[in-house]
């Protein structure tokens, strides 16, 4: 038998695996030091209470014959009308009219950013922003794919533009960006939908930090005039309201995107109605609870909790006079590293120095080397704490 051997192509998840060994071993040698982790991106705020309320009752329908659910509604690929709906108001406050049948829950963001290359040939070139989330290029290996990448840097702002001499079919773009909390402004985007209109190309959007957004920015691609025709979003309830342990997310595929000839939102239906049987209607029952008008004002909250840190480090940073791209939009800051230190000795010199551990930039792309994310979904105080020390090594 023969296995994927594109599998073997993948790097090892070094960035992750390293950075958690080099703070176990740390850890190890100095028991008595307190380590802040400002590297991690997963929430620590715990859900909102209307999420909770909303469980509790879905709990106990499951507990009684009469409202006991078990497959979800298969019309609408197992997502609940509740929170197809919300999902269509939490659009449609922002002038987006989506269909019920255009949106897909998901058990997050991540599943369906590798799950809908299923839609796409391998023979398919795909472009990527460097840096960026690093299961874009891992789940495209995967399937053997081809892969151009779109240079961010600080000449653009972190921010690649459409190149007219690169030929790519699929494009990824994630706005607020991971790692560098980049957020991409209208004309830019349209630009993008322009680009992929003109080429034939499919945009695919992770949109799974929109709700960090508050400068008049785009939190949707279908915002932008053409983007039906052009791209899928994908999102997630993840960062939004602290699913990350739950899991439920949601994609939108246009009914007016079509390729080759065909219609990918039904090439969608029909991958999820063979692959997938549903998020949970329990899960499902929390999220509808988010976008409703009490959701609303107590996921702000957390996010507000988290902007708090985001302030805490951006001054800290303006303090130091060292550049930096996020923090306003976007739970991450990306820093250029002092004295042109690499990222990994920048990581060392805090770590060893400060007892903070952040992630060295060069594991998000090549374009990474140099800087160093910090993420704002730790507590105010480690982050006072960590900023403090961090002052203090660097002033
Ligand atoms: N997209 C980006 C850019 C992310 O950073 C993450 C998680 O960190 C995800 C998607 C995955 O989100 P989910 O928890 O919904 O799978």
């Known amino acids: 038998m023969q296995i994927n051997r594109n599998f073997l192509e993948l790097k090892d998840n070094y960035l992750f695996a390293a950075v958690g060994a080099k703070y176990r ?56 009308p509740a929170l197809i709906e919300s999902i269509r108001g939490h659009y449609a406050r922002r002038g987006v009219q989506i269909a019920a049948k255009e949106i897909f829950i998901s058990d ?7 799950n809908l290359l299923d839609l796409f040939s391998a023979e398919n070139v795909v472009l990527i922003p460097d840096p960026v989330y690093p299961v874009y290029a891992d789940t495209n290996i995967m399937a053997g794919r081809k892969i151009v990448f779109a240079d961010a840097n600080e000449s653009n702002g972190f921010l690649p533009m459409p190149d007219g001499g690169v030929k790519a079919d699929i494009i990824y773009l994630c706005s607020p960006n991971n790692p560098t909390g980049a957020v991409y402004d209208r004309a830019q985007l349209k630009a993008w939908v322009d680009y992929a209109n003109r080429t034939g190309a499919v945009i695919l959007y992770d949109a799974a930090y929109e ?33 990350t342990g739950v899991r439920c997310g949601f994609s939108v595929v246009p009914q007016t995107l ?8 039904r090439l969608w239906a029909r991958r999820q109605i063979t692959k997938f049987n549903g998020t949970s209607y329990i899960t ?5 609870a988010v976008f409703t008008e009490e959701g609303e004002k107590e996921i702000s909250r957390n996010l507000d909790y988290y902007r708090g840190n985001a302030k805490i480090m951006t001054e800290c940073l303006d303090g130091l006079k060292i550049p930096y791209t996020g923090g306003r939009n976007s739970p991450y800051i990306w820093m250029k590293c002092p004295n042109g230190m690499s990222s990994w000795a920048f990581f060392d010199y805090v770590l060893e120095n400060a007892c903070v551990v952040g992630t060295p930039g060069c594991g998000f792309g090549k374009n990474g080397e140099g800087y160093y994310r910090l993420t704002a979904f730790s507590t105010h105080e480690k982050t006072e704490e960590a900023c403090r020390r961090i002052t203090e090594l660097l002033k």
């Open 25 to 80: 071993a740390f850890c190890k040698a100095h028991p008595e030091k307190d380590v802040i982790k400002l590297s991690v991106g997963d929430v620590t705020r715990p859900l909102a209470p209307c999420v909770i309320s909303a469980m509790h009752r879905a709990v106990e329908e499951m507990a009684h014959a009469e409202t006991f659910k078990g497959y979800g509604p298969d019309e609408t690929c197992f997502g609940y």
């Open 108 to 114: 997050g963001a991540k599943s369906d950013l590798g």
């Open 211 to 243: 709700s960090f957004i508050r400068d008049d920015l785009p939190r949707s691609i279908f915002e932008i005039e053409g983007a039906r025709g052009c791209a899928i979003e994908v999102c997630s309830f993840s960062k939004t309201a602290g699913f």
């Open 258 to 265: 079509s390729r080759g000839g065909a219609d990918l939102n």
């Open 284 to 288: 499902q029952m929390g999220a509808a």
